[in-house]
C-alpha cells in the first residue's frame, strides 16, 4: 500500500494568513495526488485534483503543487468558513489511500 | 446539480449484515465509475470498493474482500455495498462518490454518508 502521510496533524492561523499543509506518498504517485476538504459534520468535498488542478467552483485562494512524492495545499488568505480538515487522497495504485488529515483551526 | 443519497446504514451485530444504497440523479449515472468511502474513528478516511459504469469491473481493499459486494443498476441510477461478515473495525460513515477517471481519476462528488454501527 502506499502510505500517505500529512503534516502537521492540526494547525491554527489568523484570517488573512498564508497556510501551507504538505502530503508525502512513501512511494511516487507522478500526479496523482487529490486534496479535499470536510467542514465539520459534512461529507468531503473535492478542492484539488490531479495535484495542481482547481476543482471548478472552487476558491482561487485554494492551490495545489507537487509531484512524485511531496505535495502542498495552500491556502494563500485564510478566511473563516476555511475552518476544516483537509485531506491528500493519491489515486495512482489500485488501492486508493488517503492521509490522515490536517485540521485547520482559526484564532 | 448531481446529488447522491446513501441509505441503509444501521445498527447490527458483529458478523451481522447489512446492504447499503446510493441513490444517485443530476447526471448520466451508466457513463460513470462509482466508489465508496468509508470514515472511521480507528483509520479516518479509507476507501472501500469501486465499479465501473458498466458494473463489470470491481475493486475492493483488503480489509473488505470476501465480505463486501459492491454492484449497481443504471436502470435504477443505484449503487450498492453488501456487507457480511460485519466487524467492529467496520462501523463508521460510508460515502459513495462519483468518480471522474479520465487520464486522472479523482471523487468528484460525494453523498451525505451513512452510518453504519456494529456492535452487540
Known amino acids: 500500500d502506499i502510505q500517505m502521510t500529512q503534516s502537521p496533524s492540526s494547525l491554527s492561523a489568523s484570517v488573512g494568513d498564508r497556510v501551507t499543509i504538505t502530503c508525502r506518498a512513501s512511494?511516487?504517485?507522478?500526479?496523482?495526488l487529490n486534496w479535499y476538504q470536510q467542514k465539520p459534520g459534512k461529507a468531503p468535498k473535492l478542492l484539488i485534483y490531479?495535484?495542481?488542478s482547481l476543482q471548478s467552483g472552487v476558491p482561487s485562494r485554494f492551490s495545489g503543487s507537487g509531484s512524485g512524492t511531496d505535495f502542498t495545499l495552500t491556502i494563500s488568505s485564510l478566511r473563516s468558513e476555511d475552518l476544516a480538515t483537509y485531506f491528500c487522497?493519491?489515486?495512482?495504485?489500485?488501492?486508493?489511500?488517503f492521509g490522515q488529515g490536517t485540521k485547520v483551526e482559526i484564532k | 446539480e448531481v446529488q447522491l443519497l446513501e441509505s441503509g446504514g444501521g445498527l447490527v451485530q458483529p458478523g451481522g449484515s447489512l446492504r447499503l444504497s446510493c441513490a444517485a440523479s443530476?447526471?448520466?449515472?451508466?457513463?460513470?465509475?462509482m466508489t465508496w468511502v468509508r470514515q472511521t474513528p480507528g483509520k479516518g478516511l479509507e476507501w472501500v470498493s469501486a465499479l465501473s459504469g458498466s458494473g463489470r469491473n470491481t475493486y475492493y481493499a483488503d480489509s473488505v474482500k470476501g465480505r463486501f459486494t459492491i454492484s449497481r443498476d443504471n436502470s435504477k441510477n443505484t449503487l450498492y455495498l453488501q456487507m457480511n461478515s460485519l466487524r467492529a473495525e467496520d462501523m463508521g460513515v460510508y460515502y459513495c462518490?462519483?468518480?471522474?477517471?479520465?487520464?486522472?481519476?479523482?471523487?468528484?462528488?460525494w453523498g451525505q454518508g451513512t452510518l453504519v454501527t456494529v456492535s452487540s
Open positions: 462518490a462519483k468518480v471522474i477517471d479520465g487520464r486522472y481519476e479523482y471523487f468528484q462528488q
Open positions: 487522497q493519491q489515486s495512482y495504485s489500485t488501492l486508493r489511500t
Open positions: 490531479a495535484a495542481s
Open positions: 512511494q511516487s504517485v507522478n500526479s496523482h
Open positions: 443530476g447526471f448520466s449515472f451508466s457513463n460513470y465509475a
